[in-house]
């Protein structure tokens, strides 16, 4: 436990039960206590804060006036929820904070009953809570949903569709949009600047101190506007969307105002029928350098509050992100067709040179994975070459727009999958374990695995150069720290090379275990074989590799279940060859959170690992 503030208050708060015991006006205290509990551990173990400290008042005002984990409260996105796992029994817990067996850094139901839904992907709260507060009806039971959307989960088209599915439902739904004016990076699309101007009316007299608009980048409702433009007689009042939607709209009020927040939820819970409550808060409030730059201070790591974030030195090694994000400055430069597609992570894919540099060709869409995966596809059918920089966890909620919209039409759009495999600290949610066995089953996509820095940048070239869809699947962090060439240099498509010759035993290996395994062939006196395609598969090279060794062992940071080792053993099943396989890769389980290496290993993903299952599986051919 941090002792080093006293918390006197925040210490006696075990759960809301505590919570709800307290005086209306020691709930201020209890706020400033928690927001300076939640910086020094944050500050700890790293992890989300700026938004955090942006929901420390409302937290507290939830958990105070609903009957909490009766009522149900659904986060979104879930990194804002530190406040809330502080307050429901976990403060002690904080310093496990996603580390491996400790606490996940976004709600989980198996982690605590106050959890009433995961949230780790956004915009999906009112769409859970709508269903939450219909079982309620249908099973005769008097309790509260209530969905807490923001920090950017607004601009989803997923939020709109629940919003008019509630809007219509004989269901007690209270939505709070949490408007901190920001998702990660800095607010998008043409409603910002519609409700910007709206700002300045007569309506919102008493809001211009606050500062805010409405929603922040939801082009959405920019169309809806228009619809509404004649009979709403142009839109005076943005409450107009959400009463056309059918809820009651009440705000906006200050999100930092812990007893007028109180007051407002006490007053709205008696109130039926779809509710609509606009909350403006201060992304970082209350640590000035989180909010000079929430940006910085999103997901930080250790770091001292005292002093801040500070400069690190330039890393020895470029990191995955980083070595992409130089590569398409300069494919940009050399073809004016290439243009940039990122759904609200700009920082996260490293886009921000390329923006400043090629603002014109450079569009972040908001987090809308749907949008911009047909977006490009439009974008590609008038000539132009989009590159669509997209985590791989996040392209699955544009899987439909992919094989419909890219694929069956074979338009030439570049997929640049970063995260691929393990993430660590985030856990299941946002591990890439997944895009090699979703992406090779469409016709006309191929997948890329690069094994190194370099050998990214190559392929990423090669996939640019392709007239079909491509993805590149790349790590988070830094690679084996080969030197990266300044060039646009292509490698062959679909082409493997072997790395090490050895004898009886061969590992084909797709991407980045390519160090590991060239650790355990030294040993084995093995063949190493860079695969390099998950598909189109090398088969000419697989098949002269197959003829030439007894056994062979397939290595991909991916799901076992469909993924490269099943291509694996298809093809050689098409081409009549009978060879004893062992697929190495990441086990059907969803993997938690914790350090990247420490997770590898536990998967049998690392040198030692790796060695260990050969030579269980080869024992007689390696001693023969």
């Not at 956004?122 to 949903?145: P, Q």
């Not at 992304?283 to 929430?294: C, I, M, N, S, W």
Request: charged residues 20%.
């Amino acid at each position: 436990m941090l002792t080093q503030t006293p918390y006197s208050m925040l210490q006696s708060i075990h759960s809301p039960v505590d919570l709800r015991q307290l005086q209306r006006e020691q709930l201020g205290r209890l706020a400033t206590e928690l927001r300076a509990y939640l910086l020094e551990s944050v500050s700890k173990t790293g992890g989300h804060l700026s938004s955090n400290l942006g929901t420390v008042e409302l937290t507290v005002a939830l958990h105070y006036v609903f009957n909490t984990p009766h009522d149900r409260v659904v986060w979104d996105v879930g990194h804002q929820t530190y406040p809330h796992k502080i307050l429901t029994g976990r403060r002690e817990r904080m310093s496990s904070l996603r580390q491996l067996g400790g606490l996940s850094g976004f709600p989980q139901r198996a982690e605590s009953e106050f959890d009433a839904f995961g949230t780790a992907h956004s915009s999906t709260s009112i769409s859970a809570a709508l269903g939450m507060a219909l079982a309620s009806r249908l099973k005769g039971e008097d309790r509260h949903a209530i969905a807490v959307i923001g920090d950017g989960a607004m601009t989803a088209g997923m939020a709109f569709e629940a919003m008019n599915n509630a809007g219509v439902s004989d269901c007690n739904l209270l939505v709070i949009l949490n408007d901190n004016d920001m998702s990660i990076s800095p607010p998008v699309g043409a409603l910002n600047r519609y409700l910007a101007k709206l700002m300045s009316g007569q309506f919102y007299a008493a809001a211009k101190n606050a500062g805010k608009t409405v929603l922040k980048g939801a082009p959405p409702l920019f169309e809806l506007a228009r619809r509404f433009e004649e009979s709403a007689k142009g839109m005076v009042k943005p409450i107009t969307l959400f009463e056309k939607f059918g809820f009651n709209y009440v705000g906006p009020i200050d999100g930092h105002d812990v007893d007028t927040l109180v007051t407002v939820l006490e007053n709205i819970k008696h109130l039926k029928g779809p509710q609509f409550l606009h909350v403006v808060t201060k992304k970082g409030q209350g640590y000035k350098l989180a909010e000079v730059d929430p940006v910085a201070y999103h997901g930080p790591g250790k770091f001292d509050p005292a002093v801040g974030l500070q400069q690190s030195a330039i890393p020895s090694k470029p990191s995955f992100t980083q070595v992409f994000g130089d590569w398409l400055c300069d494919m940009a430069a050399a073809d004016d067709r290439l243009v940039a597609i990122t759904p609200a992570m700009r920082e996260g894919s490293g886009m921000v040179e390329f923006e400043k540099r090629f603002p014109t060709r450079f569009f972040d869409v908001g987090i809308a994975e749907q949008h911009a995966v047909t977006f490009a596809a439009g974008l590609a059918c008038e000539g132009l070459k989009p590159v669509v920089a997209i985590y791989s966890t996040f392209l699955q909620r544009a899987y439909d727009q992919l094989i419909h919209d890219v694929a069956i039409q074979n338009l030439p759009v570049v997929f640049a999958l970063d995260r691929a495999g393990l993430v660590g600290a985030d856990g299941a949610t946002h591990a890439g374990a997944y895009d090699i066995p979703y992406l090779r089953c469409i016709p006309n996509v191929s997948v890329a695995c690069p094994a190194d820095e370099n050998e990214c940048r190559q392929l990423l070239s090669t996939a640019y150069a392709q007239n079909t869809p491509v993805a590149v699947r790349y790590p988070r962090g830094a690679g084996a720290g080969v030197a990266v060439t300044s060039t646009l240099d292509a490698l062959p498509f679909g082409q493997g090379e072997i790395r090490r010759q050895g004898q009886r035993l061969a590992f084909l290996v797709f991407g980045t275990l390519l160090q590991a395994a060239l650790q355990v062939a030294e040993k084995l006196d093995a063949t190493v074989v860079n695969m390099r395609w998950a598909k189109p598969l090398d088969v000419d090279l697989l098949v002269q590799v197959a003829a030439d060794h007894d056994a062979l062992v397939t290595l991909e940071e991916g799901a076992v279940m469909g993924g490269a080792g099943s291509a694996v053993l298809e093809a050689l099943a098409a081409a009549g060859l009978v060879k004893p396989l062992l697929q190495l890769g990441l086990r059907d389980e969803f993997i938690e959170h914790g350090d990247p290496a420490k997770l590898l290993a536990l998967q049998g993903l690392d040198a030692r690992g790796i060695e260990a299952s050969v030579s269980q599986r080869f024992a007689a051919l390696l001693a023969s």
